[in-house]
């Protein structure tokens, strides 16, 4: 099944899911691929922003094992330090 990108961004412009861990280093992934799962550093992501044209779905587990445990609809941010995120997938 050929990969399709996520993109563009709502509004236009570049499109990324970013993310930070808790120390403040960003992570970014530019044109992430939809049902494609990428991971987040070692630290984990407790905040991010969506600027993909897809819902994304976070996982506490790297390679998106088990169930997501959040989402982040198009166009949102999210900050939530009680929970870490070690994977993220941009859906259908």
């Given at each position: 099944m050929p990969?399709?990108?996520?993109?563009?961004?709502?509004?236009?412009?570049?499109?990324?899911f970013?993310?930070f861990?808790?120390?403040?280093r960003?992570?970014?992934?530019?044109s992430?691929?939809?049902?494609?799962c990428?991971?987040?550093s070692?630290a984990?992501?407790?905040?991010?922003?969506?600027?993909?044209?897809r819902?994304?779905?976070?996982?506490?587990?790297?390679?998106?094992v088990?169930s997501a445990?959040?989402?982040?609809?198009?166009?949102?941010?999210?900050?939530?330090?009680?929970?870490t995120?070690?994977s993220?997938k941009?859906?259908?």
């Amino acid at each position: 099944m050929p990969l399709e990108p996520a993109c563009p961004p709502p509004g236009g412009g570049t499109c990324y899911f970013e993310w930070f861990d808790s120390a403040g280093r960003r992570g970014i992934e530019l044109s992430p691929e939809i049902g494609v799962c990428y991971n987040t550093s070692s630290a984990s992501a407790v905040r991010g922003t969506n600027r993909t044209n897809r819902t994304v779905h976070l996982w506490p587990s790297s390679g998106c094992v088990g169930s997501a445990a959040a989402l982040v609809s198009p166009g949102f941010s999210w900050n939530d330090p009680s929970h870490t995120y070690f994977s993220f997938k941009p859906i259908r």
